[in-house]
């Protein structure tokens, strides 16, 4: 019996069904985020100090940039189990750029918390829901200068420890009082 024209058969049939499949598998991929999220911003000088993510067109991202400032981002800030999942400096034109290779990084709800910080001083904390879309929003880190408050030591260590570093804390510690 003879074979319609547009059937396939043997290696197209194969072909055809293998492609079907990598594009399905591409799919899937895309949406679950599999791929590195990247986030931009600034780091400017002002009147005060702070960390948000604004429209990219936000004016004072074209503020005076300043450099050396360095981002964390923190999942589950507010879990035991919450992790620094990255962190970038500021350049010398202030310019900053996080890359998060985690899963489900604004495609899942959740919380995550941004840091500044610059020579072991804090400068400012902020909690934010990540965009799906990290292109519609953009990271403005505002520093006023001679901000910044020491971190304590213990805040510090309790740090350490939920990282699973192996440190001591002294036994005149605070947490032992």
Same mark, same amino acid.
């Given at each position: 019996?003879? !074979?319609?024209?547009?059937?396939? &058969?043997?290696? %197209?049939?194969?072909? %055809?069904?293998?492609?079907?499949?990598?594009?399905?598998?591409?799919?899937?991929? $895309?949406?679950?985020?599999?791929?590195?999220?990247?986030?931009?911003?600034?780091?400017?000088?002002? #009147?005060? $100090?702070?960390? =948000?993510?604004?429209?990219?067109?936000?004016? !004072?991202?074209?503020? &005076?940039?300043?450099?050396?400032? &360095?981002?964390?981002?923190?999942?589950?800030?507010?879990?035991?189990?919450?992790?620094?999942? &990255?962190? %970038?400096?500021? @350049?010398?034109?202030?310019?900053?750029?996080?890359?998060?290779? *985690?899963?489900?990084?604004?495609? +899942? =709800?959740?919380?995550?918390?941004?840091?500044?910080?610059?020579?072991?001083?804090?400068? %400012?904390?902020?909690?934010? /829901?990540?965009?799906? @879309?990290?292109? #519609?929003?953009?990271?403005?880190?505002?520093?006023?200068?001679? #901000?910044? !408050?020491?971190?304590?030591?213990? $805040?510090? =260590?309790? *740090?350490? +420890?939920?990282?699973? *570093?192996? /440190?001591?804390?002294? $036994?005149?510690?605070?947490?032992?009082?």
């Amino acid at each position: 019996m003879p !074979r319609h024209p547009s059937s396939r &058969t043997g290696v %197209a049939a194969i072909c %055809a069904t293998a492609l079907r499949g990598l594009a399905a598998i591409a799919c899937c991929l $895309s949406i679950v985020g599999c791929g590195a999220y990247t986030l931009e911003g600034r780091a400017v000088v002002g #009147d005060y $100090s702070g960390i =948000e993510l604004v429209d990219p067109d936000d004016p !004072r991202l074209a503020g &005076t940039g300043t450099s050396g400032m &360095t981002v964390e981002v923190v999942r589950d800030p507010e879990s035991l189990g919450r992790t620094i999942v &990255t962190r %970038a400096s500021s @350049n010398g034109s202030g310019a900053i750029r996080l890359v998060i290779s *985690e899963f489900g990084v604004g495609f +899942l =709800e959740e919380t995550w918390e941004l840091r500044v910080l610059r020579g072991g001083a804090e400068f %400012a904390a902020d909690r934010v /829901s990540l965009p799906f @879309n990290p292109d #519609d929003k953009r990271i403005l880190v505002t520093v006023r200068p001679g #901000d910044g !408050r020491s971190r304590s030591t213990l $805040s510090t =260590e309790a *740090e350490r +420890l939920l990282g699973g *570093e192996d /440190s001591r804390i002294p $036994s005149d510690s605070t947490i032992f009082r």
